[in-house]
Protein backbone atom coordinates (compact mmCIF):
# COMPACT_ATOMS: atom_id res chain seq x y z
CA UNK A 1 0.00 0.00 0.00
CA UNK A 2 1.19 3.47 -0.92
CA UNK A 3 1.72 5.70 2.34
CA UNK A 4 1.28 8.79 0.81
CA UNK A 5 -0.80 9.43 -2.73
CA UNK A 6 -1.42 11.88 -4.85
CA UNK A 7 -3.76 12.09 -7.69
CA UNK A 8 -3.97 13.25 -10.24
CA UNK A 9 0.25 12.18 -11.30
CA UNK A 10 0.04 14.61 -14.24
CA UNK A 11 -2.28 17.49 -15.12
CA UNK A 12 -2.68 20.02 -17.93
CA UNK A 13 -5.04 22.89 -17.67
CA UNK A 14 -5.51 26.03 -19.32
CA UNK A 15 -4.34 29.29 -17.31
CA UNK A 16 -7.43 30.61 -16.06
CA UNK A 17 -8.64 27.53 -14.78
CA UNK A 18 -9.45 26.11 -11.26
CA UNK A 19 -7.93 22.76 -10.22
CA UNK A 20 -7.71 20.43 -7.43
CA UNK A 21 -4.95 17.63 -6.16
CA UNK A 22 -5.67 15.36 -3.94
CA UNK A 23 -3.92 13.84 -1.12
CA UNK A 24 -4.34 10.71 1.00
CA UNK A 25 -2.05 9.10 3.59
CA UNK A 26 -2.29 5.84 5.53
CA UNK A 27 0.03 6.58 7.97
CA UNK A 28 -2.11 7.58 11.08
CA UNK A 29 -0.11 11.15 10.65
CA UNK A 30 -1.76 13.86 12.22
CA UNK A 31 0.66 16.50 10.40
CA UNK A 32 0.47 17.08 6.38
CA UNK A 33 2.32 19.41 4.06
CA UNK A 34 2.35 20.29 0.79
CA UNK A 35 5.93 21.25 -1.08
CA UNK A 36 6.25 22.75 -5.02
CA UNK A 37 9.08 22.10 -6.71
CA UNK A 38 9.77 24.63 -9.63
CA UNK A 39 11.85 24.26 -12.96
CA UNK A 40 14.86 25.22 -10.70
CA UNK A 41 14.40 22.20 -8.72
CA UNK A 42 13.61 24.05 -5.58
CA UNK A 43 11.64 22.57 -2.88
CA UNK A 44 10.06 24.49 -0.99
CA UNK A 45 7.10 24.14 1.93
CA UNK A 46 3.70 25.58 1.11
CA UNK A 47 1.65 24.67 3.84
CA UNK A 48 1.59 22.56 6.46
CA UNK A 49 -1.42 21.36 8.58
CA UNK A 50 -1.79 19.57 12.37
CA UNK A 51 -4.80 17.60 12.73
CA UNK A 52 -6.50 19.72 10.27
CA UNK A 53 -5.63 23.07 12.03
CA UNK A 54 -3.28 25.20 9.43
CA UNK A 55 -0.01 25.71 10.92
CA UNK A 56 2.84 26.98 8.00
CA UNK A 57 1.62 29.14 5.50
CA UNK A 58 4.50 30.31 3.28
CA UNK A 59 3.37 33.59 1.76
CA UNK A 60 1.43 31.28 -0.75
CA UNK A 61 -1.04 33.25 -2.74
CA UNK A 62 -4.62 33.52 -1.81
CA UNK A 63 -5.02 31.36 -4.84
CA UNK A 64 -4.11 28.29 -3.35
CA UNK A 65 -6.40 27.26 -0.78
CA UNK A 66 -5.32 23.98 1.58
CA UNK A 67 -8.53 22.18 2.93
CA UNK A 68 -8.13 19.18 5.31
CA UNK A 69 -11.59 17.06 5.32
CA UNK A 70 -10.31 14.93 8.11
CA UNK A 71 -6.38 14.51 9.17
CA UNK A 72 -5.94 11.78 6.61
CA UNK A 73 -6.04 13.80 3.48
CA UNK A 74 -4.68 17.53 2.67
CA UNK A 75 -6.28 18.26 -0.98
CA UNK A 76 -4.86 21.27 -2.67
CA UNK A 77 -7.20 23.75 -4.64
CA UNK A 78 -5.88 26.43 -7.21
CA UNK A 79 -7.96 29.13 -8.41
CA UNK A 80 -7.07 31.12 -11.66
CA UNK A 81 -4.07 28.88 -12.63
CA UNK A 82 -1.07 31.05 -14.13
CA UNK A 83 1.74 30.28 -15.83
CA UNK A 84 4.06 30.73 -13.10
CA UNK A 85 2.06 27.79 -11.01
CA UNK A 86 3.89 25.15 -13.39
CA UNK A 87 5.69 22.83 -11.07
CA UNK A 88 5.72 19.27 -9.44
CA UNK A 89 3.56 19.47 -6.21
CA UNK A 90 4.49 16.93 -3.31
CA UNK A 91 2.09 15.63 -0.10
CA UNK A 92 3.70 14.35 2.69
CA UNK A 93 2.94 13.42 6.31
CA UNK A 94 4.03 13.14 9.33
CA UNK A 95 4.41 12.72 13.02
CA UNK A 96 4.98 15.59 14.99
CA UNK A 97 8.17 16.88 14.02
CA UNK A 98 10.98 17.57 16.74
CA UNK A 99 11.06 14.58 18.26
CA UNK A 100 13.37 11.17 18.07
CA UNK A 101 12.92 8.93 15.03
CA UNK A 102 9.76 11.36 13.42
CA UNK A 103 10.65 12.20 9.50
CA UNK A 104 8.32 13.00 6.86
CA UNK A 105 7.09 10.96 4.31
CA UNK A 106 6.53 12.21 0.55
CA UNK A 107 3.86 11.10 -2.03
CA UNK A 108 5.13 10.94 -5.71
CA UNK A 109 4.46 14.34 -6.83
CA UNK A 110 1.66 15.63 -9.24
CA UNK A 111 2.93 17.02 -12.42
CA UNK A 112 0.88 20.31 -13.17
CA UNK A 113 1.57 22.11 -16.13
CA UNK A 114 -0.44 25.14 -17.28
CA UNK A 115 -0.58 26.56 -20.79
CA UNK B 1 15.61 29.21 4.50
CA UNK B 2 18.19 26.21 4.35
CA UNK B 3 20.52 26.16 6.99
CA UNK B 4 22.79 23.96 5.94
CA UNK B 5 25.64 23.88 2.95
CA UNK B 6 26.41 21.29 0.38
CA UNK B 7 28.56 21.35 -2.61
CA UNK B 8 26.67 21.76 -5.87
CA UNK B 9 27.76 18.52 -7.09
CA UNK B 10 29.99 15.11 -7.25
CA UNK B 11 30.82 12.12 -8.62
CA UNK B 12 31.69 8.66 -7.14
CA UNK B 13 32.70 5.64 -9.32
CA UNK B 14 30.41 2.44 -8.85
CA UNK B 15 31.13 0.37 -6.29
CA UNK B 16 33.32 2.84 -4.38
CA UNK B 17 32.06 4.74 -0.76
CA UNK B 18 30.23 7.99 -1.78
CA UNK B 19 30.84 10.62 1.05
CA UNK B 20 28.47 13.81 1.25
CA UNK B 21 29.68 16.39 3.48
CA UNK B 22 27.26 18.98 4.83
CA UNK B 23 27.89 21.86 7.11
CA UNK B 24 25.70 23.18 9.66
CA UNK B 25 27.67 25.81 12.12
CA UNK B 26 23.72 27.00 13.06
CA UNK B 27 22.61 24.15 14.34
CA UNK B 28 21.30 24.14 17.91
CA UNK B 29 21.29 21.66 20.56
CA UNK B 30 17.84 20.19 19.95
CA UNK B 31 18.21 20.24 16.06
CA UNK B 32 18.31 16.63 14.13
CA UNK B 33 20.46 16.42 10.97
CA UNK B 34 18.41 14.43 8.54
CA UNK B 35 19.17 13.25 5.43
CA UNK B 36 16.84 12.64 2.24
CA UNK B 37 17.58 12.06 -1.50
CA UNK B 38 15.46 12.79 -4.79
CA UNK B 39 15.88 10.38 -7.61
CA UNK B 40 14.88 12.17 -10.79
CA UNK B 41 12.33 14.26 -9.52
CA UNK B 42 10.21 11.50 -7.54
CA UNK B 43 9.32 11.99 -4.36
CA UNK B 44 12.25 12.93 -1.71
CA UNK B 45 12.75 9.48 -0.09
CA UNK B 46 14.32 9.41 3.56
CA UNK B 47 17.86 8.20 4.23
CA UNK B 48 18.98 8.92 7.64
CA UNK B 49 19.13 11.34 10.62
CA UNK B 50 21.26 12.12 13.40
CA UNK B 51 21.46 14.19 16.67
CA UNK B 52 24.71 13.56 18.14
CA UNK B 53 25.70 9.92 17.74
CA UNK B 54 26.89 8.28 14.55
CA UNK B 55 24.54 6.39 12.69
CA UNK B 56 23.97 3.84 10.20
CA UNK B 57 21.04 1.51 8.70
CA UNK B 58 21.07 -0.95 5.73
CA UNK B 59 21.11 2.75 3.48
CA UNK B 60 23.73 4.87 4.77
CA UNK B 61 25.97 5.61 7.68
CA UNK B 62 25.62 9.33 9.07
CA UNK B 63 29.17 10.97 10.46
CA UNK B 64 28.59 14.07 12.92
CA UNK B 65 31.22 16.25 13.67
CA UNK B 66 31.52 16.25 17.96
CA UNK B 67 30.92 20.03 17.97
CA UNK B 68 27.81 19.04 15.15
CA UNK B 69 28.48 21.65 13.04
CA UNK B 70 29.38 19.54 10.07
CA UNK B 71 28.08 16.30 9.38
CA UNK B 72 28.94 13.66 6.39
CA UNK B 73 26.53 11.12 4.64
CA UNK B 74 28.75 7.87 3.74
CA UNK B 75 26.81 5.03 0.94
CA UNK B 76 29.68 2.57 1.52
CA UNK B 77 29.33 0.91 -2.03
CA UNK B 78 27.79 3.69 -4.34
CA UNK B 79 25.17 1.97 -7.29
CA UNK B 80 24.06 3.04 -10.44
CA UNK B 81 20.93 3.41 -8.59
CA UNK B 82 21.99 5.77 -6.05
CA UNK B 83 22.11 8.71 -9.11
CA UNK B 84 20.20 11.06 -6.88
CA UNK B 85 20.29 15.02 -5.46
CA UNK B 86 21.21 14.25 -1.62
CA UNK B 87 19.60 16.80 0.79
CA UNK B 88 21.27 17.68 4.43
CA UNK B 89 18.44 19.26 6.20
CA UNK B 90 18.88 20.88 9.89
CA UNK B 91 15.07 20.25 11.24
CA UNK B 92 13.28 21.32 14.67
CA UNK B 93 9.81 21.70 14.09
CA UNK B 94 9.17 21.99 10.10
CA UNK B 95 11.82 20.21 7.31
CA UNK B 96 13.28 22.98 4.60
CA UNK B 97 14.94 21.60 2.29
CA UNK B 98 18.28 23.38 0.54
CA UNK B 99 19.86 22.78 -2.86
CA UNK B 100 21.54 19.51 -2.14
CA UNK B 101 24.08 18.11 -3.93
CA UNK B 102 24.14 16.13 -6.95
CA UNK B 103 25.35 12.84 -7.35
CA UNK B 104 26.21 11.34 -10.07
CA UNK B 105 27.43 7.63 -9.81
CA UNK B 106 29.47 6.46 -12.84
CA UNK B 107 30.28 3.32 -13.77
Known amino acids: DTAVSQTPKYLVTQMGNDKSIKCEQNLGHDTMYWYKQDSKKFLKIMFS???????INETVPNRFSPKSPDKAHLNLHINSLELGDSAVYFC??????????????FGEGSWLTVV | DAKTTQPTSMDCAEGRAANLPCNHS???????VYWYRQIHSQGPQYIIHGLKNNETNEMASLIITEDRKSSTLILPHATLRDTAVYYCIVMSLDMRFGAGTRLTVKP
Open chain 1, 92 to 105: ASSAPLGFEGNTIY
Open chain 1, 49 to 55: YNNKELI
Open chain 2, 26 to 32: TISGNEY
